[in-house]
């Protein structure tokens, strides 16, 4: 087959597969491209002007290929049908019950994928697996192919990754540091590195076999993970000591064996996929009877955690030990900057603690909806605590409101905590904010981003991560 005539389909419309599909129709005119769903509304908004995920520069991507040779429809096995390559892009979240419930990934959406390919199959297919996946799920993946009826269904089964991370997904995937191919037939891998041969160099497109490319992902995250959580345990050290984090961090990053990357103290790293990724390689280390190295993976998540909980424990105790009635204006709720997704986010955590305090929030965050803000807020208390009692659903429906700007949620606060690394909190006329806060005005800086002493010469008592 010459690549003029592959066509691709992705199943799941979601931070990876819209993004990653944009990027390989804008690369590939000559390819058609249907990103697949099942959730008709995320399927419309990829459609409209209004997208579904905010993304730096997905924009004009997306409208350079839309209609030409990238569509979004819902449409799944019509697209399986006529496609060579299926990508599986479908989320693969923390099993919540049964057999390792809270740590092993969940691979129901990912089965039923494989089972709707299998059944849609009517040719060669070469189904790749995007999704993260724990190592060896290409082995089930093939298995359930295998049960295909029609006789001109044959698979080949491909692991492919992905790395970027969002906020930076159109800059990530337009140079990725690599591409991750494992599999066992050479003509599959071959085609596929076709693919992304458009645009990245060949030595950036690594060909592993299958199971070293499943857990390459699954390490990645965890060892990206371990520098934030090493980092943040220093933070603490840094704190008890009058040492600066950020100094500490730039002294060990310049040497080139750590690097700088990857060393921005915070109030713990959040997102879909680090917390997931680790308890589900801690899952596989147990299942494997290999206790102590499942220890030293959990021991990141143990630290994230403390370090959420360590931030909101010093804004209770720094103000007088009591929150309770008191108003927080909360600066971003996005689990990083430039993104609209909030799952995992810190501030989550944050503003359950500042809750349960019964102090009164006023969250802005440029992207984050207040449906999205409550929704994440019950979430977390019915995973807590099996259910959303009448308490904490009053609690969040009469404590927590939103504001249209920084500014305005500021506006006649008791302190401000910073939650996300938005660029916009940067240009806040400070002045004016430190007039409208009550006072002693407070401002607890969650990610190290405003200048300290500035604040402190507009009037603000300043508290920071890892700051004497
Ligand atoms: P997501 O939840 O944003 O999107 C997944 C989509 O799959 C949803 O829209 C859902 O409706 C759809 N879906 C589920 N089952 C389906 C089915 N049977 N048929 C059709 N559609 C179906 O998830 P995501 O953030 O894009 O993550 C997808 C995978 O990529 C996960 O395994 C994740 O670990 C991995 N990953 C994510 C990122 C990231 O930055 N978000 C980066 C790298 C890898
Ligand atoms: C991460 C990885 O960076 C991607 O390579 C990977 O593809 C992706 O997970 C995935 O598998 O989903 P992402 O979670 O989108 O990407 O964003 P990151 O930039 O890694 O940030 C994760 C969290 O760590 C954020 O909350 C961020 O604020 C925090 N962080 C990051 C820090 O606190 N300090 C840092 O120095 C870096």
Same mark, same amino acid.
């Given at each position: 087959?010459?690549?003029?005539?592959?066509k691709?389909?992705?199943?799941?419309?979601?931070?990876?597969?819209?993004?990653?599909?944009?990027?390989?129709?804008?690369?590939?005119?000559?390819?058609?491209?249907?990103?697949?769903?099942?959730?008709?509304?995320?399927?419309?908004?990829?459609?409209?002007?209004?997208?579904? /995920?905010?993304?730096? @520069?997905?924009?004009?991507?997306?409208?350079?290929?839309?209609?030409?040779?990238?569509?979004?429809?819902?449409?799944?096995?019509?697209?399986?049908?006529?496609?060579?390559?299926?990508?599986?892009?479908?989320?693969?979240p923390?099993?919540?019950?049964?057999?390792?419930?809270?740590?092993?990934?969940?691979?129901?959406?990912?089965?039923?994928?494989?089972r709707?390919?299998?059944?849609?199959?009517?040719?060669?297919?070469?189904v790749?697996?995007?999704?993260? *996946?724990?190592?060896?799920?290409?082995?089930a993946?093939?298995?359930?192919?295998?049960?295909?009826?029609?006789?001109?269904?044959?698979? %080949?089964?491909?692991?492919?990754?992905?790395?970027?991370?969002? #906020?930076?997904?159109?800059?990530?995937?337009?140079?990725?540091?690599?591409?991750?191919?494992?599999?066992?037939?050479?003509?599959?891998?071959?085609? *596929?590195?076709?693919?992304?041969g458009?645009?990245?160099d060949?030595?950036?497109?690594?060909?592993?076999?299958?199971?070293?490319?499943?857990?390459?992902?699954?390490?990645?995250?965890?060892?990206?993970?371990?520098?934030?959580?090493?980092?943040?345990?220093?933070?603490? *050290?840094?704190?008890?000591?009058?040492?600066?984090?950020?100094?500490?961090?730039?002294?060990? @990053?310049?040497?080139?064996?750590? @690097?700088?990357?990857?060393?921005?103290s915070?109030? #713990?790293? @959040?997102?879909?996929?680090?917390?997931?990724? /680790?308890?589900?390689?801690?899952?596989?280390?147990?299942?494997?009877?290999?206790?102590?190295?499942?220890?030293?993976?959990?021991?990141?998540?143990?630290?994230?955690?403390?370090?959420k909980?360590?931030?909101?424990?010093?804004?209770?105790?720094?103000?007088?030990?009591?929150?309770?009635?008191?108003?927080?204006?909360?600066?971003?709720?996005?689990?990083?900057? %430039?993104?609209?997704?909030?799952?995992?986010?810190?501030?989550?955590?944050?503003?359950?603690?500042?809750?349960?305090?019964r102090?009164?929030?006023? /969250?802005?965050?440029?992207?984050?909806?207040?449906?999205?803000?409550?929704?994440?807020?019950?979430?977390?208390?019915?995973?807590?605590?099996?259910?959303?009692?009448?308490?904490?659903?009053?609690?969040?429906?009469?404590?927590?409101?939103?504001?249209?700007?920084?500014?305005?949620?500021?506006? #006649?606060?008791?302190?401000?905590?910073?939650?996300?690394?938005?660029?916009?909190?940067?240009?806040v006329?400070?002045?004016a904010?430190?007039?409208?806060?009550?006072?002693?005005?407070?401002?607890?800086?969650?990610?190290?981003?405003l200048?300290?002493?500035?604040?402190?010469?507009?009037?603000?008592?300043?508290?920071?991560?890892?700051?004497?």
């Open positions: 087959m010459s690549p003029n005539s592959i691709i389909c992705c199943i799941g419309a979601g931070y990876v597969g819209g993004p990653t599909m944009a990027m390989i129709a804008k690369q590939c005119p000559d390819i058609e491209v249907n990103v697949v769903d099942i959730n008709e509304a995320r399927i419309a908004a990829w459609n409209s002007d209004s997208l579904p /995920i905010y993304e730096p @520069g997905l924009q004009e991507v997306v409208q350079e290929a839309r209609g030409r040779n990238l569509h979004f429809t819902t449409e799944v096995s019509e697209s399986i049908e006529k496609s060579d390559v299926i990508f599986i892009s479908v989320n693969t923390t099993k919540t019950f049964g057999i390792g419930a809270g740590r092993a990934a969940n691979l129901e959406f990912v089965e039923k994928c494989a709707q390919i299998a059944e849609s199959s009517h040719s060669h297919k070469i790749v697996e995007k999704s993260t *996946l724990p190592v060896r799920t290409a082995e993946v093939k298995r359930i192919l295998q049960s295909a009826t029609n006789p001109n269904a044959s698979f %080949d089964v491909l692991s492919n990754p992905e790395f970027l991370a969002e #906020g930076t997904a159109v800059k990530d995937l337009l140079n990725p540091d690599r591409v991750l191919i494992g599999g066992e037939c050479p003509d599959a891998i071959e085609k *596929l590195a076709g693919i992304y458009r645009w990245v060949a030595e950036r497109i690594l060909k592993t076999n299958l199971w070293s490319s499943e857990l390459s992902k699954l390490t990645a995250n965890a060892f990206l993970a371990q520098r934030v959580s090493s980092i943040n345990a220093i933070s603490a *050290l840094c704190e008890a000591t009058g040492a600066d984090v950020d100094e500490v961090a730039n002294a060990i @990053g310049t040497d080139s064996r750590i @690097g700088p990357k990857f060393l921005k915070s109030v #713990g790293f @959040g997102g879909s996929c680090f917390q997931k990724d /680790i308890l589900n390689l801690v899952y596989l280390c147990e299942h494997f009877g290999l206790h102590e190295v499942a220890a030293y993976w959990e021991q990141v998540i143990i630290m994230n955690d403390y370090q909980r360590r931030f909101s424990t010093r804004i209770v105790h720094t103000m007088f030990n009591t929150v309770s009635d008191k108003r927080i204006a909360v600066w971003g709720f996005a689990f990083k900057k %430039d993104t609209n997704d909030t799952r995992e986010s810190a501030a989550i955590y944050v503003c359950r603690d500042l809750l349960e305090e102090a009164r929030l006023t /969250i802005y965050d440029p992207q984050v909806k207040l449906e999205h803000i409550k929704r994440d807020l019950e979430y977390l208390m019915v995973n807590e605590f099996g259910e959303l009692s009448e308490h904490h659903r009053k609690l969040i429906d009469s404590n927590v409101e939103v504001a249209s700007s920084a500014e305005a949620a500021a506006s #006649g606060a008791h302190a401000i905590a910073v939650l996300t690394e938005w660029d916009e909190f940067k240009e006329d400070f002045d904010v430190y007039q409208a806060m009550k006072k002693p005005a407070f401002l607890f800086d969650g990610r190290n981003l200048d300290r002493e500035k604040l402190a010469q507009n009037g603000f008592e300043v508290h920071a991560i890892g700051k004497p």
